[in-house]
Nanobody, 119 residues
Framework: QVQLVESGGGLVQAGGSLRLSCAAS????????MGWFRQAPGKEREFVASIAWSGGYTGYADSVKGRFTISRDNARNTGYLQMNSLKPEDTAVYYC????????????WGRGTQVTVSS
């Protein structure tokens, strides 16, 4: 069974930075794409960023473009989300997800890590 473990969340002041990590382990799997999503209190979960494991092609939500950078370390089966110029509205639980298929839903999800940005 594939497991995803996020780390790196915490409390930061507005304008600060955090780097989230997502380590994938367990079973036999082949990553096609890794994504980051977030869910703020009272809101639906939303897409933040994603990266193709082969080729490194990336996609971002408009709200984080220019501030967040997604990357991956293929050898370590680990993805990262560098978050700069954080804003209070970035406060949420951040989840990473993994997809083995080339399209469709993400099959595996982590438990999430809390990011809190104070004003």
């Amino acid at each position: 069974q594939v497991q995803l473990v996020e780390s790196g969340g915490g409390l930061v002041q507005a304008g600060g930075s955090l780097r989230l990590s997502c380590a994938a382990s367990g079973g036999t799997f082949s990553i096609s794409r890794m994504g980051w999503f977030r869910q703020a209190p009272g809101k639906e979960r939303e897409f933040v960023a994603s990266i193709a494991w082969s080729g490194g092609y990336t996609g971002y939500a408009d709200s984080v473009k220019g501030r967040f950078t997604i990357s991956r370390d293929n050898a370590r089966n680990t993805g990262y989300l560098q978050m700069n110029s954080l804003k209070p509205e970035d406060t949420a639980v951040y989840y990473c997800a993994l997809r083995e298929s080339n399209s469709g839903a993400y099959e595996y999800w982590g438990r999430g890590t809390q990011v809190t940005v104070s004003s």
